[in-house]
């Protein structure tokens, strides 16, 4: 009878609808890893995403990615706890080191340790498992689930951009170039910026612009500092922005391959090796002249990851989520936002056409997480909508109208700071509806004098 009620139970709570969101959720996750992995061998004769992560067990991985994602597992964890498994960690590092060393192994420039961070972090899914119940397990397997996103994340963005390359043979590049005239080519104008401030600011910039998780990272771990003392997550935090924008930025790479000035009117990143495939060598001295655009061949290695910007979205994300944290983390999420927006132009990774669309498209994502949190309400659902048809039209003015744009820049420009300015406002507007009202207080009722 009691194994009846249980079963009934337990069958009654897989019913529930976040129950069945979280499982579905689940199936397509690992549905897609597979459609990855399957894809990566069949357009690059390469492993995927999840090959490459079971491979970081033994063999050498890269250590930002995965102590990162031990970092963010460890917020559930009490601090006694959290020791333990960071010393765990380095210890399993430096036997592996030293098995390495004694077996003289050859190991990648950068790859000496990793592999206690993703040790530490299965073995407390392990041990939630089999020695933790109730909210207790649930919550340690969030932690470890929360890190181990954040490592398959990397791995899917990698594998993602691969596809790219490999089956898109040509790029839109004049038709974003010719667009951004209406800007007045502001990557050509930040490139020779840069190179006229010297090494230093290069220097910061390029570290910036290569340690935007480092960002994103200390951001999340504010926001989550309270887990292991409430024993639940917040309701949104910068980890899930960051991955959802991981997950369907390069889906429309997909629809607009687009590599970038440096690579389709520059040398590329190593010198004079792009100038074969580059339409011509002007950046950043020469912007583009004002031809009819056309889509050009170009290699298949080098990502087509421009249109949108998703490091702009990334550190859009970082700067919205820092607001609600102390002076000095507001302060670096805006040194961030600029840094990063100075660096993918100056760098000549991306047209200024591009930063529009990816603020437009980090403030579309976050809007619709946030209505998922508030029960999807009319002004989120408008906010979502009103996003997305402004992200739409600006890749259909990129790719169909862009000679439109560069002629009359007086009109064209300013329309697209318009409609960039205009999702900001929609945005900041419903969030702070969505923001609680302190209660008033309460009137102290007057005492009748005695008699």
Not at 69 to 94: E, K, P, S, Y
Not at 203 to 224: E, G, M, T, W
Not at 356 to 378: C, M, N, P, Q
Not at 407 to 434: D, F, K
Request: charged share 15%; net charge positive; with cysteine.
């Amino acid at each position: 009878m009691f194994s009846r009620i249980s079963r009934k139970i337990e069958f009654t709570a897989w019913r529930q609808p976040r129950t069945i969101l979280w499982a579905t959720a689940c199936v397509v996750a690992l549905g897609f890893l597979v459609a990855l992995e399957i894809a990566a061998r069949h357009y690059g004769g390469v492993p995927g995403p999840i090959t490459n992560q079971a491979r970081e067990v033994l063999f050498p991985p890269k250590p930002g990615p995965l102590y990162g994602g031990l970092a963010l597992m460890m917020v559930v964890l009490t601090w006694r706890q959290r020791f333990i498994a960071a010393g765990a960690a380095i210890g399993i590092d430096v036997v592996f080191v030293l098995v390495r060393w004694a077996a003289d192994a050859e190991v990648p420039e950068g790859q000496f340790f990793g592999n206690g961070a993703l040790w530490t972090m299965l073995g407390c899914a392990v041990i939630a498992i089999t020695r933790r119940t109730g909210q207790e397990r649930v919550l340690l397997l969030k932690g470890v689930g929360l890190g181990l996103l954040l490592v398959a994340g990397r791995k899917t963005g990698d594998t993602w951009l691969l596809i790219t390359a490999k089956t898109r043979p040509t790029v839109l590049d004049p038709y974003v170039a010719i667009a951004d005239h209406a800007l007045g080519n502001p990557s050509w104008l930040a490139g020779r910026m840069l190179k006229a401030t010297g090494p230093v600011t290069t220097h910061v910039l390029d570290l910036v612009y290569a340690q935007l998780a480092v960002a994103a990272i200390a951001v999340a771990l504010y926001q989550l500092r309270n887990v292991a003392a409430e024993r639940r997550f917040p309701r949104h935090h910068l980890v899930r922005t960051f991955l959802v924008i991981g997950l369907l930025g390069p889906a429309i790479y997909m629809i607009f391959p687009v590599v970038g000035p440096i690579f389709a009117y520059g040398p590329g990143t190593s010198g004079t090796g792009g100038v074969q495939w580059a339409v011509a060598n002007l950046w950043p001295h020469t912007p583009p002249p004002l031809s009819l655009p056309h889509p050009v061949p170009y290699d298949g290695i080098t990502p087509r990851n421009c249109v949108p910007s998703l490091h702009t979205a990334w550190a859009t994300a970082i700067f919205i989520h820092s607001r609600k944290g102390p002076r000095l983390l507001r302060y670096a999420g805006t040194f961030w936002l600029v840094a990063t927006l100075s660096a993918t132009l100056g760098f000549g990774y991306h047209y200024g056409v591009d930063l529009i669309a990816g603020v437009v498209f980090a403030l579309t994502v976050e809007a619709a997480l946030r209505s998922f949190d508030h029960g999807w309400e009319r002004q989120g659902i408008q906010l979502v909508a009103y996003g997305t048809t402004v992200f739409a039209a600006l890749l259909v003015s990129y790719r169909y109208l862009p000679m439109e744009m560069a002629e009359h820049p007086e009109v064209s420009g300013p329309l697209l700071l318009l409609a960039m300015a205009s999702v900001i406002y929609g945005y900041v507007r419903t969030t702070r509806l969505w923001e609680p009202k302190p209660a008033p207080a309460l009137r102290a009722e007057p005492q009748p004098e005695p008699v």
